[in-house]
């Protein structure tokens, strides 16, 4: 039993999950700090109009429980739709399901038991509805994306849209009724979101660069395929530029972040910078490096400072 658990967490790449969460604990602890501020066409700072929302334990406990059990559903409805195409290209070809260590009926029992334990953990945000509401499109959104790269190159994109759901999802768990009646309340999670979007993208293309003679051969689309390693490093790039532009822009769009806060982008621009400096074209041996280290350092560290630069108010 204990060996299997390991399996599933393996399968699911549980550790990975350090990308997203940081996040929808950054937008978590930014709703409960935040007075209701209200935008104008004509307004260049937001305008407080309410105290923040109260702080309740069980929305942290639902945060908590509906990123893990969403990301394991998807995580794990990628692994089966993706079982021959892992089986084939020699990088993946010793995962779970090619490699026979967890059976395909096993998998997708563990995918159903996430999706329910996902639209389950929502109602831990009653009487906010907006969780229960939505969680049925941002799963199918989310599993959605396993399919992309049969036909866009934008697939990369759409990881990136998937993850910066999660910001998202946390301010409307805590801020649900002041988002319906004031629809701008949701503007520092957009910021947020875009950020990560265009993060998660970025280093999901450097990740591509990997497999794109594999993706070549099995007529996969990806941005490596379709620009070229060169040119796809040099997209990547310019994610990045555009996530450091939006965190920048995030304290603007969400006014209690300090001088602090300001710190930490500038330091988040140097590990990109930092990041893409480890690969190049002709030499993509330090990919995982720059793949999980340098941004898990990215995310826990802009959860760690943000909070910090909240609590110092």
């Not at 299997?4 to 996040?23: D, E």
């Not at 649900?176 to 520092?188: A, F, H, K, Y």
């Not at 970025?202 to 594999?214: E, H, K, M, P, S």
Request: hydrophobic share 55%; charged share 10%.
């Amino acid at each position: 039993m204990q060996q299997t658990a390991r399996h599933f967490l393996s399968l699911i790449r549980f550790s990975h999950t350090i990308f997203a969460l940081p996040f929808a604990l950054l937008a978590a602890v930014m709703a409960w700090h935040a007075p209701t501020y209200e935008w104008t066409v004509t307004a260049t700072v937001a305008q407080p109009v309410g105290p923040p929302p109260e702080v309740r334990w069980q929305e942290l406990l639902g945060i908590l429980l509906c990123m893990v059990t969403a990301r394991s559903a998807a995580m794990a409805f990628n692994r089966l739709v993706d079982q021959k195409i892992d089986a084939s290209n020699p990088r993946t070809a010793g995962r779970h399901l090619p490699s026979g260590i967890l059976s395909a009926s096993q998998v997708t029992v563990f995918a159903i038991a996430c999706s329910l334990a996902f639209v389950a953990s929502t109602l831990l945000f009653l009487p906010n509805t907006l969780p229960l509401y939505l969680s049925v499109p941002v799963l199918l959104f989310l599993c959605g994306y396993s399919l992309t790269k049969r036909f866009t190159s934008l697939a990369h994109f759409w990881l990136g849209a998937a993850l910066a759901v999660s910001p998202l999802a946390a301010w409307i768990a805590i801020r649900g009724e002041i988002v319906l009646q004031n629809p701008t309340d949701l503007l520092p999670a957009l910021v947020l979101g875009g950020a990560v979007l265009t993060w998660v993208a970025g280093f999901d293309i450097l990740y591509a660069c990997q497999d794109v003679d594999f993706d070549v051969q099995a007529k996969l689309h990806s941005v490596p395929v379709k620009l070229g390693v060169p040119g796809a490093l040099r997209l990547a790039a310019g994610c990045h530029a555009m996530t450091v532009l939006l965190l920048a822009a995030l304290s603007w769009a969400f006014p209690p972040f300090g001088w602090f806060y300001t710190a930490a982008v500038v330091a988040v621009a140097a590990l990109l910078i930092y990041e893409h400096a480890l690969v190049k074209p002709d030499d993509l041996d330090r990919v995982n490096t720059a793949f999980f280290n340098v941004n898990a350092v990215i995310s826990l560290g802009l959860l760690a400072v943000g909070t910090l630069d909240l609590m110092l108010l």
